[in-house]
Each structure stands twice: as C-alpha cells, then as structure tokens.
C-alpha cells in the first residue's frame, strides 16, 4: 500500500512539474518495477522463514525419534544386576556406609554398561566424589558440595555424595527431605540411600542421551520424575537377580516420597511425593526403559 500512494504521490508531481507524457509513463513503469521487486524480495523472506520453521521441526522431530529409538533398543536389552546389591542389615558404622556407597555406584554402573552395550551405545562416564563429614568441595556447577551434597553436576560430568547425609539417610535421622517435612514417607535404610544414587547417576544417562536437549513441556519436573523411573529400571535388575531384601522396596519408596515437594510455582519444582513414588514404581514394575520416555514427552 505505501507502495502504490507512492506511485501516485510521484506521478502526481510529476505532471505538476510539466513532465511530457513519455517521462511520466516511463516513470510510473519504472515505480512498477520497483514495487514489483519489493513484493518479490517479500515473498522470498516469507519463504525463507518458512523454510527455517519447517527445518527445525524437522530437526525437532528427529531427535525425539532418535532418543526414542535408543530407548525402545534398550528396552530389549535390560540386564539382571551382575553384582549383587549390598542387603540391607541395620550396619551403623561409617565406614560400612562408605563401603556400600562405593559398592552401589560400581552395581549401578555396570547395569547401564551392559544396558547400553547392548543397545550398541558406548558405556557411561562420569565422575564420583564422597564429601567427608564437615568437608566442602568445589564444582563446576557453582554451587558447593557439603554435608546437605546428592546431586549430579552437568558442568564437571560428576556425582556429589556427602558421607554425612548418607549416614544420616541410612539411619533415618535426616529429615532435610521436603516430603518428610510435610509429613509424606521418610529417608531411610541403605537401599533409600541406593534409590538416591540411582537417581543421580539416572541424571548422567539423561545427559549422555541428549535427553536435556528435548525441553519438555514439564520442565525440571519431568526430568527428575524421569530420573526416578530410570533408578527403579536399576531396582528392577536387583529384584530380577534376587538380591532384594526384604523391606528394600519400602525403604526406596519411602524415600521417594520424602524427596517430593508441593513448590509448585518454583520452576526447581522436582514433583509431588506421589508423583515421585510412582515414577520408581513405573521403572521398578516394568523394567522398560522406553516406559521411562513418556514422562518426558
């Protein structure tokens, strides 16, 4: 439209001025031209966006695919635990907790090596660090590991255990948990301090998948309900092993709904208790990780 009243405003003065009839017409083809030109670069951006949109939905859409497609091969090739879980006998000392921590990593570990070798995926890696009790570690999250440390940390690819909180966890006597402080389970016993390193370690897999780049709709939340469904698919090996002892399941739903919150207008909001519980049992139950998939997309 600016166009064309430019045309006009043009012509107009043009034969205000005098102009003969062969510039004015020689002007107003040359007014054509140019808008002609215009609408053509245009519709040549109205393409190219369009071109830019369509790819990256392409290129959406194929990782979905792909990340798919590696869970749907792991599904088949879910392994019983090769080495079996600490049982759970009411040990107390710390040494003995440091000892299990050392010897759950190893079991989670060489459950997601053979899941993924079998998958044709290359084995996991990454780092694990126990804090001693009053001890503080550096990490390339930007954040301090301490006594309250259980995370993992994408910047350094490293685990954060702190030996107090495991201790304390063990016991039964941490009540830092969101859930129990609501009134929702309690963090107890050495296989609810296995669910724990299971969940962190899940965070690693997530990350070596390319899970992270997906950006679901749910956010924090539905990485870590993922996080959980993937350490119940390592508690669902030690079952099929028969190395479960008895009250072990107890102890790690117990534990995952101590870790639930009700923050709901924080976007670190992790899931309620009852959410977390059930993602365990998702994994637990079924053993698939593809189950796993459908809290992320």
């Known amino acids: ?20 009839t062969g510039e004015v017409q020689r002007a107003a083809d040359d007014v054509r ?32 695919r792909r990340v798919r ?16 879980a600490p049982v759970s006998a009411g040990r107390t000392a710390d040494s003995e907790v440091e000892t299990y921590l050392g010897e759950v990593i190893l079991n989670i570990d060489r459950y997601w090596t ?26 390339g999250c930007r ?27 063990w016991r039964g006597i941490n009540d830092d948990f969101p859930g129990q402080r609501a009134g929702y389970g309690r963090a107890v016993g050495d296989f609810g301090l296995a669910y724990v390193v ?3 370690y899940a965070h690693n897999i997530q990350n070596e998948l390319g899970f992270y780049r997906l950006r679901p709709r749910g956010g924090v939340m539905a990485f870590e309900l993922q996080a959980d469904c993937m350490a119940g698919l390592w508690g669902n090996s030690v079952y099929r092993a028969g190395r479960l002892q008895p009250g072990d399941v107890e102890e790690a739903m117990s534990t995952a709904l101590a870790a639930g919150d009700f923050d709901y ?3 670190q909001h992790h899931g309620t208790p009852q959410q977390r519980r059930s993602a365990w049992l998702l994994g637990y139950e ?8 459908d809290l992320v997309t």
């Open 265 to 267: 207008d924080n976007e």
């Open 143 to 169: 954040v301090v590991a301490d006594d309250t440390a259980a995370f993992y940390c994408t910047g350094d690819d490293t685990i954060y255990i702190s030996e107090q909180l495991a201790s304390d966890l």
């Open 1 to 20: 439209m600016r166009v064309l009243v430019l045309a006009a405003s043009l012509l107009a003065a043009l034969v205000l001025a005098g102009c003969g």
């Open 114 to 139: 053979e899941t993924l070798a079998q998958a044709g995926l290359p084995e996991p890696r990454v780092g694990f660090v126990t804090v001693d009790p009053g001890a503080r570690a550096s990490t």
């Open 198 to 200: 299971a969940h962190e």
């Open 69 to 84: 497609e590696v869970l749907e091969e792991m599904e088949q090739a879910v392994p019983a635990a090769s080495r079996p």
């Open 33 to 64: 031209a140019r808008a002609e030109q215009a609408r053509e670069r245009a519709e040549q951006v109205r393409r190219d966006v369009r071109d830019v949109r369509r790819t990256a939905r392409q290129l959406s859409d194929r990782l979905r």
């Open 286 to 293: 079924s053993g698939e990780p593809a189950r796993c998939q």
